[in-house]
């Protein structure tokens, strides 16, 4: 049972924290998430996205890091991959070792743990302002956070306070972490643009469609197909906005590097029936509305079927890479813990692997 709820909530914190790229701002994010006592599952996953376009994939299992789009695998070579794949294959046993320590710091003996960290970078081309973030977490809950104005490590949880402790009195650590997030993280940003500039800029309208299993379920909205991934979903209800009984689905990646959305209304078979219910959806100043449910009876168009099956893929192959992490958030309430203060469940042992992103010498 414990294994099930843990895995549900994997599931349900699929991309919670995946900042959306506005217009004029672009973004370099990594992944990385370990693994323990899950046997088929990998150990490591990690995922990169540009722009929200997922370009590289590792795990443990296969041991090598592979392209996931076509102008990745084009613009770079096969040094490209080996330095990659040696990198990742290093973050392996450092995230073994980490949830390790973490099991250690909390009391943990047994159970499934997951070790999160992301990093990256991201840039307004409108208005010049240039942002980094660094963050770990432990079972799906904010354990480190790296505060760049302030440069320094933050922890709002006991059990981190000896790794901030280490961290913020390595100061040549702290000053090549500053140089990574600028210049280098923005320079490979704006590399990696450029070479995905025709896929990274196009536009893709959604495809919209109503869908209910049956007359007691809700109306789903759902919207597929679309790039970028900034899309606006909302009801009307006799030409007015409507806000009771909605849901809002989350965001979801498709394998084409095409996103997917929807939105759900609990409404009675007579509410539907005696009002006219208009399911809106908004995207790059495109709008697209639906106001008839499709049955069983109804062929569904090919985005929605392709969209779901590879988002029940997703969900097992590179979903776990971002679930249950609140990633570049500090969540509501966030104190940060005094270093000083002493804790009873703090173990002894401090972090053995310190926090390191790729270095000078290898490309991100």
Same mark, same amino acid.
């Given at each position: 049972m414990?294994?099930?709820?843990?895995?549900?909530?994997v599931?349900?914190?699929?991309?919670v924290?995946?900042h959306?790229?506005?217009?004029g701002k672009?973004?370099?994010?990594?992944f990385y998430t370990?693994?323990s006592?899950?046997?088929n599952l990998?150990?490591?996953t990690?995922?990169g996205?540009?722009?929200?376009?997922?370009?590289? =994939?590792?795990d &443990?299992?296969?041991?090598r !890091? @592979?392209?996931?789009?076509e102008?990745?695998? +084009? #613009?770079?070579g096969?040094?490209?991959?080996?330095?990659e794949?040696?990198t990742?294959?290093?973050?392996h046993?450092?995230f073994?070792?980490?949830?390790?320590?973490a099991?250690e710091?909390?009391n943990q003996t047994?159970g499934?743990h997951t070790?999160q960290?992301?990093?990256g970078?991201?840039?307004?081309?409108q208005?010049?302002?240039?942002?980094g973030?660094?963050?770990?977490g432990?079972?799906?809950e904010d354990?480190?956070?790296l505060d760049?104005k302030?440069m320094?490590?933050?922890?709002?949880?006991q059990?981190?306070?000896l790794t901030?402790?280490?961290?913020?009195?390595d100061?040549?650590?702290l000053?090549?972490?500053?140089?990574y997030?600028n210049?280098?993280?923005?320079?490979?940003?704006q590399?990696?643009l450029? =070479?995905g500039? &025709?896929s990274?800029?196009? !536009? @893709?309208?959604p495809?919209?469609?109503?869908? +209910? #299993?049956s007359?007691?379920?809700?109306?789903?909205c759902?919207a597929?197909?679309?790039?970028p991934?900034?899309?606006t979903?909302s009801?009307?209800k006799?030409?007015?906005?409507?806000?009771?009984?909605?849901?809002?689905g989350e965001?979801?990646?498709n394998?084409?590097?095409?996103?997917?959305?929807s939105?759900?209304?609990?409404?009675t078979?007579?509410?539907?029936?005696?009002?006219k219910?208009?399911c809106?959806v908004?995207?790059?100043?495109?709008t697209?509305?639906?106001?008839?449910?499709?049955t069983k009876g109804d062929?569904l168009?090919?985005g929605i079927i392709?969209?779901?099956a590879v988002a029940?893929?997703?969900?097992?192959l590179?979903?776990?890479?971002v679930a249950?992490?609140?990633?570049y958030?500090?969540k509501?309430?966030?104190r940060p813990?005094n270093?000083?203060?002493?804790g009873s469940?703090?173990?002894?042992?401090s972090?053995?692997?310190v926090?390191?992103?790729h270095?000078?010498?290898?490309l991100i």
């Amino acid at each position: 049972m414990r294994m099930k709820k843990r895995m549900q909530l994997v599931v349900g914190l699929l991309f919670v924290g995946v900042h959306l790229v506005c217009a004029g701002k672009h973004s370099l994010r990594y992944f990385y998430t370990g693994v323990s006592g899950v046997s088929n599952l990998p150990e490591l996953t990690v995922v990169g996205l540009v722009d929200d376009q997922h370009f590289i =994939y590792f795990d &443990s299992n296969t041991n090598r !890091t @592979v392209p996931k789009t076509e102008w990745i695998k +084009q #613009k770079v070579g096969a040094d490209y991959w080996d330095e990659e794949t040696q990198t990742d294959n290093a973050y392996h046993q450092s995230f073994k070792n980490n949830i390790q320590v973490a099991k250690e710091r909390f009391n943990q003996t047994t159970g499934v743990h997951t070790f999160q960290q992301m990093y990256g970078c991201e840039f307004d081309d409108q208005t010049g302002e240039i942002n980094g973030f660094q963050q770990y977490g432990y079972d799906g809950e904010d354990f480190l956070f790296l505060d760049l104005k302030e440069m320094r490590w933050i922890t709002p949880v006991q059990q981190g306070t000896l790794t901030v402790q280490k961290w913020n009195n390595d100061r040549a650590l702290l000053e090549r972490d500053k140089h990574y997030f600028n210049p280098e993280c923005i320079e490979w940003l704006q590399k990696y643009l450029d =070479y995905g500039k &025709s896929s990274l800029k196009k !536009t @893709v309208s959604p495809q919209v469609s109503l869908l +209910q #299993k049956s007359s007691s379920s809700p109306v789903v909205c759902h919207a597929t197909g679309f790039y970028p991934s900034g899309v606006t979903i909302s009801w009307m209800k006799n030409g007015q906005d409507h806000h009771e009984d909605v849901g809002l689905g989350e965001l979801l990646p498709n394998e084409d590097g095409t996103f997917q959305k929807s939105s759900e209304l609990k409404v009675t078979p007579e509410e539907w029936k005696n009002n006219k219910f208009i399911c809106v959806v908004e995207h790059q100043g495109k709008t697209i509305t639906a106001n008839e449910i499709r049955t069983k009876g109804d062929s569904l168009p090919i985005g929605i079927i392709v969209g779901v099956a590879v988002a029940v893929a997703v969900l097992l192959l590179i979903g776990i890479a971002v679930a249950g992490y609140k990633v570049y958030q500090k969540k509501k309430g966030f104190r940060p813990v005094n270093a000083s203060d002493d804790g009873s469940n703090r173990s002894t042992h401090s972090f053995d692997s310190v926090y390191s992103v790729h270095s000078d010498d290898q490309l991100i």
